[in-house]
């Protein structure tokens, strides 16, 4: 009975081994995957990081674009209206010399 259980635990052994191996190659290909997808993720959050620093001079230079316009719009009402003042003083001016 000995002789029959020596190559049966030796059978045993190599079985639990193989599974063993098995479990190590399934384990293997789950942490590939989960490595792949972390470098993806992690190739993401640098593509973003890059365009965070684009977006934030976008928005920079919109805002000054948009206090230039803002700042030609009222110069331009400046403008106008001294202009007017201007026009209205000269005539008022006119109009006190025409008597004399």
């Known amino acids: 009975m000995r002789i029959l259980s020596f190559p049966a635990a030796l059978w045993s052994l190599g079985r639990k081994v193989e599974e063993l191996l098995a479990l190590q190659r399934t384990t293997r290909e789950a942490l590939e995957i989960v490595n792949s997808r972390l470098r993806a993720l992690e190739d993401r959050t ?9 977006l934030v ?8 674009a948009a206090s230039t316009t803002v700042a030609g719009a009222v110069i331009s009402d ?3 209206r001294l ?10 001016g006119k109009r006190l010399q025409a008597p004399e």
């Open 46 to 54: 640098i593509y973003l990081e890059a365009n965070q620093d684009k």
């Open 57 to 64: 001079g976008q928005a920079q230079l919109a805002a000054s």
């Open 78 to 80: 400046v403008v106008t």
């Open 83 to 92: 202009t007017r003042l201007e026009m209205q003083t000269e005539e008022l």
